[in-house]
């Protein structure tokens, strides 16, 4: 009455779309407060800090340090919302949020700069577009590649 052949490829299909449904799901990384890095901290997705980070933290991604959370160190991302401790340079290639409880002690780069009334960085402030910036910077180094490997060659 039931052909277990149906059953099994419809259990191999079904496995293969939950698969593809969770590759396609982005993920967040936290580090819970009581918690404690040492080291430069990488990720390619968001992460959240509620706990602390000493050392630089390299986020490809967005970068959420809640009020608990501390970074003594560079932050380097795409986007950030703090509102807890950073000691330490933020570059960020679009948006930065200092929420109302944030404590920066460093220089802030943004592209887009969002403070709160309350929140606290001792610092300079310095606003561009560094993803713009950046194309370019990397454009001229391969026209100076190309017109040094010019040089180098020997008409014959």
């Given at each position: 009455?039931?052909?277990?052949?149906?059953?099994?490829s419809g259990?191999?299909?079904?496995?293969?779309?939950?698969?593809?449904d969770t590759?396609?799901?982005?993920?967040?990384?936290?580090?819970?407060?009581?918690?404690?890095?040492?080291?430069?901290?990488?990720?390619?997705?968001?992460?959240?800090i509620?706990?602390?980070?000493d050392?630089?933290a390299?986020?490809e991604?967005?970068?959420?340090?809640?009020?608990?959370?501390?970074?003594?160190?560079n932050?380097?991302?795409?986007?950030?919302d703090?509102?807890?401790?950073?000691e330490g340079e933020?570059?960020?290639s679009?948006?930065?949020?200092?929420r109302?409880?944030?404590?920066?002690?460093?220089?802030?780069?943004?592209?887009n700069?969002?403070?709160?009334?309350?929140?606290t960085?001792?610092?300079?402030?310095?606003?561009r577009?560094y993803?713009?910036?950046?194309k370019?910077?990397?454009?001229?180094?391969?026209?100076?590649s190309?017109?040094?490997?010019?040089?180098?060659?020997?008409?014959?």
């Open positions: 009455m039931f052909n277990s052949n149906k059953k099994k259990a191999s299909n079904m496995n293969k779309s939950v698969k593809s590759a396609n799901v982005s993920s967040v990384n936290m580090v819970s407060e009581g918690t404690e890095i040492i080291g430069t901290l990488k990720t390619k997705s968001d992460i959240r509620a706990g602390s980070v050392g630089e390299q986020v991604g967005k970068i959420i340090v809640a009020s608990s959370g501390h970074i003594d160190g932050i380097d991302s795409k986007d950030a703090i509102a807890g401790r950073v933020v570059h960020v679009s948006k930065l949020t200092l109302q409880s944030a404590v920066v002690e460093g220089d802030l780069y943004a592209q700069l969002v403070v709160e009334e309350g929140a960085f001792n610092g300079a402030c310095h606003m577009d993803a713009a910036e950046k370019m910077q990397d454009a001229e180094e391969v026209s100076e190309s017109e040094a490997d010019e040089k180098d060659s020997v008409a014959v």
